[in-house]
C-alpha cells in the first residue's frame, strides 16, 4: 500500500529564489519502489489534511522565523493529530531559539564568543564590545533563518549603532557575537542523515562581506573534510543528541575553522537546505535510507 509523505515547505515569492523542489525531485525515484509519494505542500496551506499523510518531513519552511508563532501553532496542530513528523518537533523547538548555542556550549562545544540578551533587556552595545575586547561583532536575533536582520559593527560604530540595538531587542531576543574573520576562508557545512554523517559542502561570502548564502552574492562547493573534521562535526552531532534527547533525521551543522579546531556556528534541525547535489549521487540514496529507516 502506498504511502503519502509531505515535504512541508513555504510559499515564495516570485522576486525570490525557490529551491523548494530540490528534495522532491532528488528523493521521489528513490522513495517510490518502496510504495512512498512524495508532495511539497506549503505549511500554511489553507485546507491541507495533513492526518490523511502518514509523514510530514519539515524541509523548506523558510519563513519559519516571520512567523514564529504560528509555526509552533501549526506544529503542535500536528502533534494534537497525531501527525508524524521530522524531524521530531521537540528537536525543532528546541533548535529554532539560538539559545540552544548556549546549552551547547556549556556542554564543551566550541563556540564563537557570543553573549545572548533577552527580549526586552537593557543592553549597551558600545559596553558589550569593551567588556569583551571585541573589536568587531555581529548582533543577530535569537531566533532568525537566512541572515535577516543580522548586521556586523565595529567598535568605533557601536555608539551609534546603540538606537538599532534597541528597536531589535523590544521585538526580540538577542546574540552578539564576536566576528569571525575566518568566514571568509569558508563556513563548512556538515550533513548528518539518521546521526550518520553523509556530505559537506563549503560555502564562501563574496569579498568583504560575511553573508554565505548564494543570494547574498555567496557561493558553495562541494567539499572534502578531513577525517579529523568530521569526527569533530559528529562530536557536535553526539552532544547535541544528549542534550536534545533525540536523534534528528537530518541535520547540518555549519563551522567555521579557528586552526585545527572546528567552530560551531550553527546547528540547523528545522528546515536546513542538505545540498544533496554536492554529495551526489550518494547523499540522496543516505536521505533515502534514513526515511526509510525513521518510518519503519
Same mark, same amino acid.
Given at each position: ?39 511539497? @505542500? ?39 493529530? *497525531? ?25 564543551? @562545544? ?28 555581529? !548582533? ?5 533563518? *537566512? ?20 528597536? $531589535? ?7 552578539? $557575537? ?53 569526527? $569533530? ?22 563551522? !567555521? ?40
Amino acid at each position: 500500500m502506498s504511502k503519502r509523505i509531505a515535504l512541508a515547505s513555504y510559499a515564495p515569492t516570485s522576486q525570490e529564489l525557490d529551491y523548494h523542489h530540490d528534495d522532491e525531485r532528488a528523493l521521489a525515484p528513490l522513495l517510490a519502489p518502496h510504495g512512498l509519494t512524495l508532495e511539497t @505542500v506549503a505549511w500554511d496551506a489553507q485546507g491541507v489534511d495533513w492526518a490523511a499523510y502518514d509523514a510530514v518531513l519539515v524541509r523548506s519552511t523558510w519563513d519559519y522565523h516571520l512567523r514564529y508563532e504560528a509555526f509552533l501553532a501549526w506544529l503542535a496542530r500536528l502533534e494534537a493529530l *497525531g501527525v508524524r513528523l521530522f524531524n521530531d518537533p521537540a528537536l525543532m523547538r528546541w533548535n529554532m531559539d539560538k539559545t540552544y548555542l548556549a546549552t551547547l556550549q556549556a556542554a564543551g @562545544v566550541p563556540l564563537l564568543p557570543t553573549a545572548f540578551y533577552a527580549k526586552g533587556s537593557q543592553v549597551r552595545l558600545a559596553e558589550v564590545m569593551a567588556q569583551h575586547g571585541w573589536q568587531t561583532a555581529v !548582533v543577530k536575533p535569537t531566533v532568525s533563518a *537566512g541572515g535577516d536582520n543580522t548586521w556586523r559593527v565595529d567598535v568605533a560604530e557601536a555608539e551609534g549603532a546603540q538606537a538599532r540595538l534597541e528597536a $531589535q531587542l523590544a521585538q526580540t531576543g538577542v546574540m552578539i $557575537q564576536q566576528f569571525a574573520p575566518q568566514i571568509s576562508a569558508g563556513e563548512w557545512s556538515f550533513l548528518f542523515f539518521g546521526g550518520v554523517y553523509s556530505h559537506a559542502a563549503r560555502k564562501f561570502p563574496a569579498q568583504g562581506d560575511m553573508f554565505v548564502h548564494e543570494y547574498r552574492g555567496g557561493r558553495t562547493e562541494a567539499a572534502q573534510p578531513t577525517p579529523a573534521q568530521i569526527a $569533530q562535526a559528529a562530536a557536535v552531532m553526539n552532544e547535541a543528541t544528549k542534550v536534545a534527547q533525540g536523534t534528528p533525521l537530518y541535520a547540518r551543522v555549519d563551522a !567555521v575553522m579557528d586552526g585545527d579546531t572546528l567552530v560551531l556556528m550553527e546547528l540547523e534541525l528545522v528546515e536546513p537546505y542538505l545540498y544533496l547535489s554536492y554529495g551526489a549521487p550518494h547523499a540522496a540514496q543516505r536521505l533515502a535510507h534514513a526515511i526509510l529507516e525513521a518510518l519503519a
